[in-house]
């Protein structure tokens, strides 16, 4: 039987990052849950499950996160899968978004893991194995569809969006 794999999960607090994590336990893998400050306090029952947990914010300084991957590390000798979940869709029209708004949303769904990379594969690469998932929203491409339906169509004849 092959060894169990180890995960490193961000956002693991609430939706897919929470499925995720009981699932691959389920299969008897072994996963760090991780969740920001305000929200850590909610995987008590991933903790039950039997994962691990770490508190972790994705926009941390990187010298912060390569500080985590290496406590990370030496919980299970590794991490064979880094999950980039924790993200944010903010609802706003662009000319309503400010760019501060903007900037924090980039900063959680992009550059955070970005940096998740930056630290983690320092300790794949010599195992020469390890796998990165990004997870995302489809809510991105539906404001280009939009954007794309607003250039071509008179106001009048764009879809009603659900509320």
Same mark, same amino acid.
């Given at each position: 039987? !092959? ?7 961000? %956002?693991?607090?609430?939706?897919? %990052? ?6 691959? #336990? ?19 029952? =991933? ?14 300084? =990187? ?8 406590k ?8 064979? &899968?880094?999950?980039?979940?924790? %993200? ?8 309503e ?16 893991? =970005? ?5 983690? #594969?320092?300790?794949?690469? !010599?195992?020469?194995?390890g796998?990165? &998932?990004?997870? %995302?929203?489809?809510?991105g ?6 954007? &794309?339906?607003?250039?071509?169509? !008179? ?9």
């Amino acid at each position: 039987m !092959p060894e169990p794999l180890v995960w490193l999960i961000t %956002g693991t607090s609430s939706g897919l %990052g929470r499925l995720l994590t009981l699932e691959a #336990l389920l299969r008897g893998d072994k996963v760090i849950a991780t969740a920001r400050t305000r929200s850590v306090c909610k995987l008590d029952e =991933l903790k039950k499950a039997g994962a691990a947990i770490l508190e972790l914010e994705v926009t941390a300084p =990187l010298e912060e996160l390569h500080a985590l991957a290496k406590k990370a590390v030496a919980i299970y000798g590794r991490v064979d &899968v880094l999950v980039n979940n924790a %993200g944010y869709f903010h609802v706003a029209a662009l000319e309503e978004a400010t760019p501060q708004e903007t900037m924090e949303q980039f900063n959680t769904n992009i550059f955070g893991g =970005l940096n998740m990379c930056r630290a983690f #594969l320092p300790y794949m690469r !010599p195992r020469r194995t390890g796998t990165v &998932v990004w997870l %995302g929203s489809i809510g991105g491409w539906m404001c280009v569809l939009l954007i &794309v339906r607003v250039l071509d169509f !008179p106001a009048d004849s764009l879809p009603q969006l659900p509320s």
